[in-house]
T-cell receptor
Framework: DGGITQSPKYLFRKEGQNVTLSCEQN?????MYWYRQDPGQGLRLIYY???????QKGDIAEGYSVSREKKESFPLTVTSAQKNPTAFYLC????????????????FGQGTRLTVV | QKEVEQDPGPLSVPEGAIVSLNCTYS??????FMWYRQYSRKGPELLMY????GNKEDGRFTAQVDKSSKYISLFIRDSQPSDSATYLC????????????FGAGTRLAVHP
C-alpha cells in the first residue's frame, strides 16, 4: 500500500542532543513537508521540499535542519539550538504544481512524538 | 491576528446530533479549502476538499465555503462516537507549492 512512514513513533532527547526523525513515502510525490503540532496551535510548517536536493524554510525553521537526497526520503534533524523541541512532528507529501482534485493535496504520516528528558 | 481562526473547543454532543464546525480566515486569496480529521496520536487524514465557494457533500459530511464572509463550515449529520476526533481546517492560495495554512483544530466528542 502507498503511504508515508514516520519513525520512530516516540523519541526522547536529552538536553544538548541532536536527533533525527525519519520520513519515507512511496506515493511518488515530488513535494514533502515537515510540520510541528503543539496543543491549541494547529500545524506550523518547519521545512518543505519541492524537488530532490532542494528545500526551503517554513515559518519556524530555527533549530531544525533537513536534507532531500532521495525523492522518497525527507529526514528532519532537531538540533540542540531548538530550545523547545517537545512536540508532535508530522511529515506530509503532495504532488507539486497541480491544483484541482483532492488527490493533489497533502497526505500525512502518523507522526513522531518527541520529548525532552 | 492569525490567518485562520478556529475555536479549539472541546465540543461535546450526543450521538445522532448535527455538528457544525467553523473557521474564519483573513486572506482573500485563499482558493482551496480542506478539512482534516485527526484521531488522538495519529496523523491528520483528508476528509473534505472544496475549491472556491459553494457546498460539497460526502455521505454524512457537508463542507461549505462562503468567500464573501471568509467563513468555512463542516457539518456532520447523525454524528457517531467514531466521529470523535480533532477537526482541522486548512486552506491555501492557488498556484505555487501547496503551502497549507491550518486552523488550531476543534476537538469533538460524540457520546453515546
Amino acid at each position: 500500500d502507498g503511504g508515508i512512514t514516520q519513525s520512530p513513533k516516540y523519541l526522547f532527547r536529552k538536553e544538548g542532543q541532536n536527533v533525527t526523525l525519519s520520513c519515507e513515502q512511496n506515493l511518488n510525490h515530488d513535494a514533502m513537508y515537515w510540520y510541528r503540532q503543539d496543543p491549541g496551535q494547529g500545524l506550523r510548517l518547519i521545512y518543505y521540499s519541492q524537488i530532490v536536493n532542494d528545500f526551503q524554510k517554513g515559518d519556524i525553521a530555527e533549530g531544525y535542519s533537513v536534507s532531500r537526497e532521495k525523492k522518497e526520503s525527507f529526514p528532519l534533524t532537531v538540533t540542540s539550538a531548538q530550545k523547545n523541541p517537545t512536540a508532535f512532528y508530522l511529515c506530509a507529501s503532495s504532488i507539486v504544481g497541480r491544483t484541482g482534485p483532492m488527490n493533489t493535496e497533502a497526505f500525512f504520516g502518523q507522526g513522531t512524538r518527541l520529548t525532552v528528558v | 491576528q492569525k490567518e485562520v481562526e478556529q475555536d479549539p473547543g472541546p465540543l461535546s454532543v450526543p450521538e445522532g446530533a448535527i455538528v457544525s464546525l467553523n473557521c474564519t480566515y483573513s486572506n482573500s486569496a485563499f482558493q482551496y479549502f480542506m478539512w482534516y480529521r485527526q484521531y488522538s496520536r495519529k496523523g491528520p487524514e483528508l476528509l473534505m476538499y472544496t475549491y472556491s465557494s459553494g457546498n460539497k457533500e460526502d455521505g454524512r459530511f457537508t463542507a461549505q465555503v462562503d468567500k464573501s464572509s471568509k467563513y468555512i463550515s463542516l457539518f456532520i449529520r447523525d454524528s457517531q462516537p467514531s466521529d470523535s476526533a480533532t477537526y482541522l481546517c486548512a486552506m491555501r492560495v492557488s498556484g505555487g507549492y501547496n503551502k497549507l495554512i491550518f486552523g488550531a483544530g476543534t476537538r469533538l466528542a460524540v457520546h453515546p
